[in-house]
């Protein structure tokens, strides 16, 4: 794995515990150089220097340590830190969980920036879906640690397959501030989830054989995936499905 850990690189969920409290700024972004690279002391500074003005900090508070920043101020330090090793693909998990409402857009916009600029891949994890809207391109859903659906940003968004993935975007406030109704019912456990489909106790469309079966992640439509054994190719709307009362068995759609 030594080979691939310069290429992966990660930005974690709290800016406050991720950061090592004994070091300056800079050496918490040199770290990557000095470790992946043999720079001269000069190059290691003017690569810090570059990276704090790459993501919005003034280079000359690299001697600065940690607590002398704010929330949104540390995350872009850690966005510093995980560029500094030049890596192609990058994990943001949940990065903006912990800021405030005010810097939550500034660091959306810093990460979207930046995967333009240096053509990265971002793995970006979130239960906020209007950021996840907002920067990708692709959306994987994920309901007690399996994928449920997967597809374009625009097209989860706009015809939304599974029954979880329409309750997920039907609870986001709208432009009024009135809310839909959320799933009431409560969260299995994810150390003992229901057998057959996971959500089928949550589900207004779960039958009989949703507790049976489990379902295949399956391309319904060009480049839509969705888990669900009621709904296939002929009928993808799970609504319609329901109403006529069709169970589709997936191994068809193979």
């Given at each position: 794995m030594r080979p691939f850990r310069r290429q992966m690189q990660m930005i974690f969920q709290d800016p406050y515990a991720s950061l090592n409290p004994r070091m300056t700024v800079g050496a918490i972004i040199a770290e990557p150089i000095r470790v992946w690279e043999r720079e001269t002391a000069r190059v290691i500074d003017e690569r810090v220097s570059g990276l704090m003005e790459m993501v919005g900090l003034d280079a000359r508070m690299r001697r600065r340590y940690p607590h002398e920043f704010s929330g949104g101020q540390r995350q872009r330090i850690g966005i510093a830190r995980a560029l500094a090793a030049k890596p192609d693909f990058i994990v943001a998990d949940e990065p903006i969980a912990a800021l405030d409402l005010s810097i939550q857009a500034q660091i959306l916009n810093l990460l979207g920036d930046l995967q333009e600029r240096l053509k990265l891949t971002v793995l970006f994890v979130s239960h906020d879906l209007r950021a996840v809207h907002h920067i990708s391109d692709r959306i994987a859903v994920m309901y007690l640690g399996?994928?449920?659906?997967?597809?374009?940003?625009?097209?989860?968004?706009?015809?939304?397959?599974?029954?979880?993935?329409?309750?997920?975007?039907?609870?986001?406030?709208?432009?009024?501030?009135?809310?839909?109704?959320?799933?009431v019912s409560e969260l299995p456990s994810p150390a003992n989830p229901p057998s057959g489909c996971r959500f089928r106790t949550r589900c207004?469309?779960?039958?009989?054989?949703?507790?049976?079966?489990?379902?295949?992640?399956?391309?319904?439509?060009?480049?839509?995936?969705?888990?669900?054994?009621?709904?296939?190719?002929?009928?993808?709307?799970?609504?319609?499905?329901?109403?006529?009362?069709?169970?589709?068995?997936?191994?068809?759609n193979e």
């Open positions: 399996q994928i449920v659906e997967s597809g374009r940003a625009e097209e989860i968004y706009a015809r939304p397959l599974m029954p979880y993935t329409r309750a997920l975007i039907a609870a986001i406030p709208s432009a009024h501030g009135r809310r839909q109704p959320a799933l207004p469309y779960a039958i009989a054989e949703c507790a049976e079966i489990v379902p295949r992640l399956v391309e319904i439509a060009p480049q839509h995936f969705a888990a669900c054994i009621r709904i296939g190719t002929m009928e993808p709307d799970i609504t319609k499905a329901a109403a006529a009362g069709l169970r589709v068995h997936q191994q068809a």
